[in-house]
């Protein structure tokens, strides 16, 4: 038995698919208009974990993670920039379709690099928005036709006091809830755009040029590849009041249908002055943790060790003691026995019942440290146990942590480095720093000692 919280009914419960074994899921993905933070990078994570635990369950899971590649608002309401308009102000691009189209795939490729990195699967799909206006249009046509759109200067727009069951995802009930904002050209505070106008630029249609409405790509998209209702829908509790709200309510308008059964959302991770946002110029990306010499993996560790629905915050030293953690478990897995052993029942019986009861990933963790240290086990079985364990966690714990040879010159700069750093003489610290980079080195300072890696 799988259990979740179902941000639809604000409740857990038990999960039963639309068809036997088989999973049909939606994931929110990035809009890409510049690398992806490790906060969007939670959410691929999480994502990832539970389509492993659903096949470590025996289910097929069909996974569809979209790319927004135009028309995502800096607001999740209808005002502000397109965010990919500033992606190509940032990259001093000329304002055109060709160039949003480049720019959008060259931060695709980078976010699946990322991914990659993290050990996440693949996606069944993986649709970029601007390959599916054909798609947008006629769903647009649809709800035109049902009597759920009206026109204004700016754009068509879904009217929301025709959808009685308007913001159930979440119980919303004030207007100021929907964070959508006053826009007088709206019959409603919460009406949202199903198209814009753009004379400039966009695509022809028949309510003139320019671009679908952010929330329409995800209904055109989720209906084109996992029909009109699937099983699980997951996102950022931040899509909630608006996003997710707003694909329920023009999903159903058309398909007199659930737009999913369940509804899964990720807590933010925080940094020490709020939510790690673009927005608030506090994000660290993934790049950003490699170049300080730590393995993207251990992100994906650090995350697991929190629950996905509670914020975590982060820090530097965390993902330290992230890192010392993988690698005594690398070390410890990789030091026990290949003889061929059926894994412990009763543990993985544990695991199961964590990892299904709303994707308890703390609790596997500790788990597997409980496992480690079970003297009970014999270690052929504890191999075969882990080894089941990282099927979910994906941590890659048969791999050998890499030894690196420091040779004895280095060894004496990073001494002579030390010393320069306790006597506070910074510009010979950082003078002797870019000696050992120039010698394919690199220094990383910890609270302890200086940990030295190959570059």
């Known amino acids: 038995m799988i259990i979740f919280f179902n941000t639809l009914t604000r409740k857990k419960e038990t999960f039963r698919s639309l068809k036997p074994k088989k999973v049909s899921m939606y994931n929110c993905g990035p809009t890409v208009y510049d690398r992806q933070h490790i906060g969007n990078l939670r959410s691929a994570v999480i994502w990832d974990t539970l389509r492993r635990a659903l096949e470590f369950n025996s289910y097929k899971v069909k996974q569809v993670v979209n790319i927004t590649d135009f028309g995502h608002l800096t607001s ?48 069944t ?9 054909a798609e947008n249009i006629k769903f647009i046509s649809k709800l035109e036709k049902k009597g759920y759109t009206y026109q204004t200067s700016d754009g068509i727009y879904f009217n929301t006091a025709q959808f009685s069951d308007y913001g159930k995802l ?24 199903l198209w814009k106008h753009n004379s400039q630029i966009g695509w022809n249609s028949p309510w003139g040029k320019g671009f679908p409405g952010w929330h329409i790509e995800c209904s055109a998209m989720s209906k084109k590849y996992l029909g009109d209702t699937f099983d699980l829908h997951t996102g950022g509790i931040e899509h909630i009041p608006i996003h997710h709200n707003n694909e329920i309510a023009q999903s159903e308008a058309v398909n007199n249908k659930p737009l999913a059964k369940y509804w899964l959302h990720n807590e933010h991770l ?20 490699e170049e300080k010499g730590i393995e993207p993996l251990v992100l994906r560790y650090w995350l697991l060790g929190a629950h996905y629905r509670s914020p975590i915050s982060f820090s530097w030293q965390a993902l330290e003691g992230a890192e010392h953690s993988l690698k005594k478990l690398r070390e410890f897995t990789s030091g ?73 010159e280095i060894k004496k700069l990073v001494s002579k480095r030390e010393k320069a750093r306790k006597e506070k003489n910074w510009p010979e610290a950082d003078r002797l720093r870019e000696i050992i980079k120039q010698k394919g080195f690199e220094v990383k300072d910890t609270e302890k000692r200086p940990i030295v890696k190959n570059l």
């Open 336 to 408: 026990l026995p290949t003889k061929k052993s059926p894994p412990d029942k009763k543990y993985l019986e544990k695991f199961k019942k964590h990892i299904n009861d709303d994707l308890d990933t703390p609790k596997a963790l500790a788990l597997l440290w409980h496992l480690v240290k079970d003297k009970k086990i014999n270690n052929s079985q504890k191999r075969a146990t882990i080894l089941e364990f990282d099927k979910v966690l994906g941590l890659k714990l048969s791999q050998k942590p890499k030894k690196v040879f420091i040779p004895e």
């Open 170 to 193: 979440g119980g919303l009930s004030e207007i100021s809830e929907s964070r959508v904002g006053e826009n007088k050209k709206k019959i409603n505070p919460r009406d949202f755009a």
């Open 125 to 133: 799909k993986a649709p970029f928005a601007s390959d599916h206006i």
């Open 270 to 289: 925080i940094m020490p002055d709020g939510k790690m946002a673009k927005s608030l110029g506090n994000v660290v990306t993934l790049k950003e943790i």
């Open 76 to 123: 999740d309401a209808d005002n502000g920039e397109d965010k990919m308009s500033r992606g190509l102000k940032k990259e001093g691009l000329a304002f055109t379709l060709e160039n949003m189209k480049k720019l959008g795939q060259k931060y695709a490729e980078i976010y699946f690099e990322d991914r990659k990195k993290l050990n996440t699967l693949s996606p």
